[in-house]
Each structure stands twice: as C-alpha cells, then as structure tokens.
C-alpha cells in the first residue's frame, strides 16, 4: 500500500515522513525528487502469534511513503514550485494531507496565520485544478477514440465530461459515488481528487492534550465532508524516533501522547481503504498480508500469488483467541476447532490461515 503526504509549505509534512519512517531526511521534498520510504504496520497480533509459535523471522505489512514539495495558492500556474511533482502521488492509495495546527513565529507560514480550513481548501483547490488539467488534456483523445463508436471509449468520453463538469463545480471526483467499473475506467487518469483523504492534524508540542482550537475546527469541517482526522505532533515525534520502540511508547505517553502517530496513521489509513489484515505462521516466516474486507478465501490467496487464487482448494482457519486458548495449532486441531473453509468464504479480520491449492 502507498500513501502520499501533501499539504501547504512548512507545516510539517517532511517532519512527519522522518517521525514515521526515522530516516532524518534533510532534503524538504524537492520538486523533482520526493522522500520516499517505506514503515512497519504495527501490530501487536504477530507478537501474540510468535509467543505460541516458533518462527525465523516475522514480516509485517508495509505502507510506501511519498513525502513531496508542498503546494501554494496557483501552483497550478506555476507558483512556488508549481505542481508537475504531484505526479509522485499520482498513484498512491491514499493522501495523508498534513494541516498545520501549531503555532511557532520561528516557521514562516505562506499565508501568515493559522487557520487549517483556509489551508485545506487551498490545497484541495489546486487538487482539482491538477486534475482538470488532466482531463482536458485527455479530452481531445478520448473524443477521437469515442468517434469510431466504440461503446468502451464513449462510456470514457462520457465519464471524462462528467468529471471535468464536476471539478469545475469545485467538487472533487470522489464526490460522484463512481461505480467499480467507472473506477476502473478512470484509473489510468489517476485522479487525485478521487483519492480517499485523511488530515493529519499536526500540533505543536506543548498542545497535545486534545484541546487545540484549530484541531477543533479541523474535525468539525472534516465531519462535514466524511474524512478523518488524526492529530500528531510530527516535531516531538520525530525527535524520539531513534530510541526503541518500547522507550519510545513510553516517553509518548509521559509527554501526554497516549499512541505513536505512526499507530494511529496506520489503523486509520486502513480504516480509510476499508483493508484488513490475516495472517501465515509457520516456522519459517509469521507474516501479515492486508486485504480489503469481504475479500474471499481465493482473494485472500491471491494477495500471496496469482496462482493461489486461481489454483485455490480450500483454506485451514484459526483465530489468534483460538491459539491464546489452545496454545498450539495441533491443539486447536484436537479441538475441533480449526475450520475448512471453501471458495465463498469471506475472510475475518486477524485469520490465521493456510491455503491448499493446485497449480
Ligand atoms: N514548533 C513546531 N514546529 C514544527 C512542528 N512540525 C514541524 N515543525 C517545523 O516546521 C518547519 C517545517 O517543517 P517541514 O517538515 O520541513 O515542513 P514541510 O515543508 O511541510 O515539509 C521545520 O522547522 C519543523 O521543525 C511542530 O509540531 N511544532
Ligand atoms: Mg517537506
């Protein structure tokens, strides 16, 4: 999974790349080359797994960051550095838009005050504008191509005007409810307003009691429009992501930071795309892979190889309570209670399965 960090100038988006990734990147996301790296989901189940069941190594799931330039009011015209670089998110599952809540005379804001919702909706504006520019250059093909009266490019042709209708309304792509097939037809446009948002509401670090005004307005505006918030404190996070985890934990909550923001981004981005995660233990790897719910048992297989899914049989299932319970697979065997599940089965949340299959 790939998550893009966007947001205005100053406001702490490469500081929070550092406190998640703890790769101390001095470079600020230039225009032409954005921090890229990659974290650990946290998870706490493939600790529970690997007490019961004895392996070489554990794999957890991993989210790719971009961290790039930010953008200002007419980027899009080629203000500040303007806008080619949001090609580095182009592709990413979802925006993690930083919103500055904190206050700090010594960071230069490029509009001066404080004030998240005029923030957002600068960013955003020129969200659309990046991606009307695509559309209207995609127009003139997908005209052509419609013209040989193909019914697929003019469902295309059709779908373009309805999105150049809508971000002219300044309304983003993902407000029209697409269908899964309108999605995909879309794809290869990469839209960024059809991505799903979460605002990082980045505080500062003596206003992390939760009281901040400006996270206050920041949630109201987002719960208007069905988007999450999750507030950090990127500088203070950054500054202790070299000790180790545990430590780490520790001294968040000492300074009145109940979870690492790294936590919270994770269950919310997963939250956000609807994923879930289920599990293979066994000696030589316990390893975490990330779904969508309701994906099916061969679905699942597929995330692991093409050729699972398409080769799928069955799948053996346990839950992590069962293993708490019984202490060891041959036990919940014994049991009764490990499960064979076929074809149509909708995985849960947390499975710890293993695939039969033919190939
Ligand atoms: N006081 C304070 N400064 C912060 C905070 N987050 C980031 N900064 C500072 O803001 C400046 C810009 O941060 P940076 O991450 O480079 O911003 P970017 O341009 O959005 O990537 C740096 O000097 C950071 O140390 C914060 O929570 N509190
Ligand atoms: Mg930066």
């Known amino acids: 999974m790939e998550a893009g960090i966007i947001g205005l100038p100053y406001i702490g988006k490469t500081t929070l790349f550092n406190a998640l990734t703890a790769l101390g990147v001095t470079s600020d996301g230039a225009a032409n080359k954005?921090?890229?790296g990659v974290v650990n989901v946290p998870d706490p189940r493939l600790a529970t797994l690997n007490q019961f069941i004895e392996t070489k190594k554990i794999v957890?799931?991993?989210?790719?960051?971009?961290d790039v330039a930010g953008l200002v009011a007419g980027a899009s015209?080629?203000?500040?550095?303007g806008n080619k670089f949001l090609s580095h998110v182009r592709n990413v599952d979802a925006l993690l838009h930083v919103v500055r809540c904190f206050e700090?005379?010594?960071v230069p804001h490029v509009n001066d005050t404080i004030d998240p919702i005029r923030d957002v909706d600068e960013v955003e504006t020129e969200l659309l504008f990046a991606d009307l520019e695509v559309v209207e250059n995609s127009l003139k093909n997908a005209e052509r191509k419609a013209r040989t009266g193909d019914k697929?490019?003019?469902q295309r042709l059709d779908l373009l005007q309805l999105c150049k209708d809508t971000l002219e309304n300044e309304k983003p792509?993902?407000?029209?409810g697409l269908n899964e097939e309108q999605q995909r037809s879309l794809k290869s446009f990469a839209m960024l307003t059809a991505k799903p948002v979460l605002y990082v509401a980045n505080v500062g670090e003596d206003d992390v009691d939760g009281s901040n005004p400006h996270v206050t307005q920041l949630r109201e505006y987002a719960e208007q429009r069905g988007r999450p918030v999750v507030e950090v404190c990127a500088k203070l996070e950054a500054e202790l992501v070299e000790l180790e985890e545990d430590e780490r934990a520790e001294m968040l909550e000492g300074l009145g930071i109940a979870e690492?923001?790294?936590n919270l981004l994770a269950r919310a981005t997963y939250k956000l795309l609807g994923l879930q995660s289920y599990f293979t233990a066994g000696e030589k790897e316990i390893k975490a892979w990330t779904i969508p719910i309701g994906a099916t048992g061969p679905q699942a297989a597929g995330v692991?190889?093409?050729d699972f899914e398409r080769g799928f049989i069955r799948v053996e299932v346990f839950s992590i309570e069962d293993l708490e319970q019984f202490k060891s697979e041959q036990a919940i065997k014994q049991a009764g209670k490990l499960r064979v599940e076929g074809k149509s089965y909708v995985m849960q949340d947390g499975d710890v399965c293993h695939f039969l299959f033919n190939v």
């Open 173 to 176: 792509i993902s407000s029209l």
């Open 60 to 66: 957890p799931a991993q989210i790719q960051l971009v």
């Open 77 to 81: 015209e080629g203000k500040g550095t």
């Open 34 to 36: 954005p921090n890229v």
């Open 152 to 154: 697929e490019a003019k």
């Open 104 to 106: 700090d005379t010594n």
């Open 304 to 306: 692991i190889h093409g």
């Open 260 to 262: 690492p923001a790294l």
